[in-house]
């Protein structure tokens, strides 16, 4: 079993940001996904571009990519970082919209919050721009689905056992974008 200490925490159990100057930068990846589930007409709604407040997923795409890049901002012992590629896409069911971001750099430390804070805010997005025509919407089913780079090296959410699994894959296979 690996260290599982709490590493934002100081010998006194004081909240602390950790050290990260003596980690070299590697290159690391990170992808999250979520979904905003809405009634079959909201969806249709969307994918014909004729909700009211318009370009739902266009505006939800460029809020997500702002989110990532304002995530320090947000999340008190969040290290800034130079964010060197975000991608938020989005694919359509009939009864919700899957929001998958995939965020990279190269730092000394990883990305995962930020595809994390990608999806929720594009999902919060999609809520605002159709919660006038369905107020019956969930977000649900966050998670980080991917992340490459650091001392840990690959990890892959097994998708056979769904959210809060956490065993390694020792192959990762590449987010669509």
Known sequence: M?????????????????????????????????????LPETTAMVASNAVSKGDVL?????????????????????????VGSVYVNFTLADDHVEVESQVETVDRTGVEMEALTACSVAALTIY??????????????????EKTGGRSGIWRRPSANGPGAGDSDPVAKPAQT
Do not use: F, N
């Not at 159990?13 to 979904?35: I, L, Q, Y």
């Open 2 to 38: 690996s260290d599982r200490r709490l590493t934002h925490l100081d010998p006194l159990g004081r909240a602390r940001m950790v050290d990260v100057t003596p980690k070299e930068p590697t290159h690391r990846r990170a992808m999250a996904r979520c979904r905003v589930y809405m």
């Open 58 to 82: 266009g505006v939800a795409r460029v809020a997500g990519i702002q989110a990532a890049k304002r995530t320090p901002d947000l999340l008190p012992l969040c290290h800034q970082l130079t």
């Open 128 to 145: 605002d721009m159709c919660k006038s025509t369905d107020r019956s919407m969930v977000i649900g089913e966050l998670a980080l689905w």
